[in-house]
């Protein structure tokens, strides 16, 4: 079992900046590739963002546009998503997870950070 922490989230406005992190307890969590979610208020979940364990391959969904940038820090147990030129449909709450069981579903999911943006 891993258990996912994400922090960073808050309010910013528009063309802002904000940098979520994703940490767990367990030192399993770096063995895991893992990805950034999001859901918006009346919205389905949706794929933001993925990487793999050591970081050599990450991907990105159409709307990032250049935007966002996904990394590891191993050494921290700690995986970041860094969210530049933040627009108000970047609003949601984001969510990190790990280890893929099927493409974009994943078997351990944090309980997520707000992000609101304001215009």
């Known amino acids: 079992q891993v258990h996912l922490v994400e922090s960073g989230g808050g309010l910013v406005q528009a063309g802002g900046s904000l940098r979520l992190s994703c940490t767990a307890a367990?030192?399993?969590?770096?063995?895991?590739?893992k990805a950034w979610f999001r859901q918006a208020p009346g919205k389905e979940r949706e794929f933001v963002a993925a990487i793999t364990f050591n970081g050599a391959s990450v991907r990105y969904a159409g709307f990032v546009g250049g935007r966002f940038t996904i990394s590891n820090d191993n050494a921290k147990n700690t995986m970041y998503l860094q969210m530049n030129t933040l627009e108000s449909e970047d609003t949601a709450i984001y969510y990190c997870?790990?280890?893929?069981?099927?493409?974009?579903?994943?078997?351990?999911w944090g309980q997520g950070t707000q992000v609101t943006v304001s215009s």
């Open positions: 367990e030192h399993t969590f770096i063995k895991y590739n």
């Open positions: 997870a790990a280890e893929p069981v099927r493409p974009d579903e994943y078997k351990y």
